[in-house]
């Protein structure tokens, strides 16, 4: 692959990529530095989140601007603050051994004199939200009129949020003979009229297939009842116990009540939404980003700028509106080069939705059941056995020994063990033992995609996951390659932090258990079993097949809202036990 040393890139830039510990660029940088550098030209670079884009414009803006002058010569429009002050600390690490370079941030939220007095220090670069921009230029506190270089970060999720008045009257106190770069996910109309007014014949480039998701993120839908939407995701939360996400819904409404839902029963999550404060904004970020929240519910303009690379997940509680910001939603996971995972949850009458997004982020999705009961009992158990293994034993313990051991004199080995991992597999044993089948009854159609029925299917527990290196990809590789499946004969892959499951039809049963009976891997042993637990299906792809026309963007809207609790129990089997240290109130 191309090193950074080939991009043309100037020494004191390859010395901040050298401490940053970048050691290849991303495809988007690869293809969009040497274009930058070489020509005084105007661009259009169509690339999902997370894939390094900042980085792209940001070392050829920092290596043409001229140091010597104190002009404003660079400005970078965003959507959000938390996306304009991530560039702006960013572009300060890339400028580090540039010392006479300067970056300032303008946003809403913060003191206008302040930043307009930074600015008049001498800002070579200034990133901004349009709003703000705006009203500085209203106010005469910046002057664009001479900037080299103007930046469009995040296009279309500026033009989603309703900045385009607000991007035109910019750029049109900007001279014409600037050079504009335009990055975007999705390329919809209101990006095309931006790039044809204000841009001179720019060069194109696209990571992967316009319009597409990334390709490290996997797609999956779950086919409930309206009214089973929450109990729903809570069981997708007890069968990730280290999921680290963004759940999204429609309205700060919505968002609200589920966020409060979620830590009355025993999970650590908090809410994003336009009703927060911004003081309550930064502690929900902040303690999202420090993982003390798992579950960060979110509207898609509170969560618009959120840039945090280890999301394991995106639930869509709700599908949006339009189907751009489905793509913007999964683009939060699979980061960096990592994998990560999109779940929708939907009724019977939002199958359609899949099959138009399907269509525009070209990838298939994977139909879902939502686990059983049963099926949670025993990835908990397992996660509840790996966690007594790695836990470090505090010496202090040693102190209180003989007294323990007088507590538990008279009780053998095995007997021990059980009382110990049924202290808590008993808590979620009680609430899921009688609980319902969630999983909404379809059609056989869900078959035509080349899916096998759930009861052809057998699931199998392996002592390998992501503490090994495996994600949902490589694993599927793994497996499919020492036991020589075809591509398709690996699926409903589970990674889990030191375990994982997957399924395969029947057939495959006796090659994969011959397969893995005293396998090695380094020299460790890699033992595969059936679950106790099997949970079958999983397989079929898409949705169901779309009857009558309609637009690409827009789809009518849910009204169907979760008021119903599992049967039987209505709080969570997590209630009191994984609460967030801080107060309810100090997330809202």
């Known amino acids: ?9 100037q020494k004191s830039l390859l010395d901040a990529v050298a401490d940053m510990g970048f050691e290849n660029p991303s495809e988007v940088q690869e293809k969009a530095i040497p274009i930058l550098l070489e020509d005084e030209t105007d661009l259009v670079a169509l690339a999902q989140t997370g894939t390094g884009k900042t980085a792209a414009f940001g070392f050829p803006l920092i290596q043409k601007i001229d140091r010597e002058s104190r002009t404003t010569q660079g400005l970078i429009l965003s959507p959000t603050r938390e996306l304009c002050l991530q560039i702006t600390n960013e572009l300060q690490h890339y400028s580090k051994y540039e010392k006479s370079i300067n970056v300032v941030a303008i946003y809403g939220g913060a003191s206008i004199t302040e930043q307009a007095r930074q600015i008049k220090r001498g800002a070579q670069i200034v990133v901004a939200t349009p709003g703000r921009m705006k009203d500085m230029i209203g106010r005469r506190l ?3 009129s001479k900037i080299d270089y103007c930046v469009l970060d995040e296009a279309d999720e ?7 008045e607000d991007i035109k009257d910019i750029l049109s106190n900007t001279p014409d003979e600037k050079s504009t770069w335009l990055f975007s996910a999705t390329m919809p109309k209101e990006v095309s009229l931006i790039a044809k ?4 014949s720019p060069q194109e480039i696209t990571v992967g297939a316009k319009n597409s998701g990334a390709t490290t993120v996997q797609h999956e839908y779950y086919v409930v009842g309206g009214r089973d939407r929450y109990p729903a995701l809570k069981r997708l939360a007890d069968t990730n116990p280290d999921i680290f996400s963004v759940v999204f819904c429609r309205t700060k409404r919505d968002t609200q009540k589920v966020a409060e839902k979620l830590i009355e029963d025993g999970y650590n999550a908090g809410a994003l939404h336009g009703d927060l404060s911004q003081n309550q904004r930064d502690l929900v970020m902040n303690a999202f980003r420090k993982k003390q929240i798992q579950m960060l519910v979110a509207t898609d303009v509170a969560a618009r700028g959120i840039d945090v690379d280890d999301i394991t997940h995106v639930i869509n509680y709700q599908l949006p509106d339009e189907i751009e910001t489905y793509t913007h939603r999964s683009g939060r996971t699979g980061r960096a080069g990592k994998s990560g995972i999109s779940m929708v949850i939907v009724t019977r009458s939002e199958l359609r939705k899949i099959k138009a997004i399907e269509k525009k982020i070209k990838q298939d999705f994977l139909a879902r059941n939502i686990p059983t009961g049963m099926e949670i009992c025993e990835i908990q158990l397992y996660h509840l056995a790996n966690k007594i293994k790695d836990t470090k034993i505090n010496p202090e313990v040693d102190n209180y020994l003989p007294a323990i051991n007088d507590v538990l004199e008279g009780i053998d080995r095995e007997e021990l063990i059980k009382k110990i991992v049924s202290v808590e597999f008993t808590r979620f044993y009680n609430y899921y033992n009688k609980s319902k089948d969630l999983n909404s009854a379809t059609s056989d159609r869900g078959n035509e995609r080349g899916g096998a029925p759930s009861n052809g299917a057998v699931r199998y527990f392996i002592n390998v996951g992501e503490k090994d290196g495996y994600d949902w990809m490589s694993l599927k590789d793994f497996v499919r390659d020492t036991v020589g499946l075809g591509k398709e004969d690996v699926f409903k892959v589970d990674v889990k932090d030191s375990f994982s499951f997957f399924n395969t ?6 090659q994969i258990l011959a397969t893995f ?9 890699v033992n595969v079993e059936i679950s106790k637990s099997p949970g079958g299906g999983g397989r079929r792809r898409g949705g169901f097949k779309d009857k009558g026309k309609r637009k ?7 009204r169907g809202r979760s008021k119903r609790r599992e049967k039987g129990n209505s ?16 997330f809202f």
Do not use: Y
């Open 571 to 586: 709080s969570s089997p997590n209630s009191g036990k994984r609460r967030s240290k801080k107060r309810k109130g100090d």
């Open 158 to 164: 500026m033009l989603n949020m309703g900045f385009f």
């Open 197 to 200: 007014k204000f841009m001179h």
């Open 1 to 9: 692959m191309t090193k950074f040393e080939a991009l043309g890139l």
């Open 142 to 144: 910046v002057d664009i």
């Open 517 to 525: 009976k005293d396998f090695k891997v380094d020299g460790r042993f």
């Open 552 to 558: 690409d963007r827009s789809w009518d809207n849910d």
């Open 505 to 510: 039809d029947a057939e495959a049963t006796e």
